[in-house]
Each structure stands twice: as C-alpha cells, then as structure tokens.
C-alpha cells in the first residue's frame, strides 16, 4: 500500500522527516498501484505520476499551511519514501479541500 500525505514543513529530506498536516479530518490517502501512470522506462529515469484525482476530505478546523507532499508506506507513522516542496504554499481553513488533480503528482527515481 502507498499512501500520499501532506506535510507542514520537513526537518530531514534524507530522512524523511516531516511535520505532518494536522487539520481537522486529515489523514493520508491510499493510492493503490493501478493508481500511477508510469510510461516507459527511459535510459536512467522513471517517472510515476497520479492518474486520479488524490482528493483530501475537507477540514472541520485547525488552519495549516502545506509545504509538501509525501509517499510513504502506512497510513500513520511508517516510512516516508518521498517528499517534495508544493509549487506554492496553500493554507488550509475550515471546509477546504485539498486536491491532487490527475498528472500533477509526479515520483522520479534516477
């Protein structure tokens, strides 16, 4: 099982430490594998991206700012096996939600 979650800030890239989300009703969502769309491998990079909308349940409370975005292997605690920067901080309020859309959540092994 994979699972994508939201992050506040990370302490340890390397690591996979991060601060993770908090707001009202949060929790990591599960991406099965048939989830990805991974095209064909090239010389020495392969590339995983969401085919589905990654879609968090709206919050009841509890405003936070996500920084990242993160794969890991639980649904809490486990090991962070991806982290990366939004493209642009989004601050969560009572009754957002926060959506992947499909093609814009991409994994890049070297």
């Known amino acids: 099982n994979i699972y994508v979650g939201l992050a506040t800030a990370i302490s340890d890239r390397e690591a996979g430490s991060v601060t993770e989300a908090t707001f ?63 493209d642009a901080n989004k601050t969560i309020a009572t009754g957002d939600i926060f959506r992947i859309n499909a093609g814009n959540f991409s994994i890049e092994l070297k």
């Not at 090239?42 to 085919?51: E, I, K, M, R, V």
């Not at 405003?63 to 639980?74: G, K, L």
């Open 24 to 86: 009202g009703n949060y929790a990591r969502q599960q991406v099965a594998a048939s989830g990805w769309t991974v095209p064909a491998v090239s010389t020495d990079t392969q590339t995983a991206t969401n085919a589905a909308n990654i879609e968090f349940p709206a919050s009841s409370g509890t405003s936070n700012t996500i920084t990242h975005a993160f794969v890991a292997d639980a649904s809490s605690s486990g090991n962070i096996l991806f982290v990366g920067a939004l």
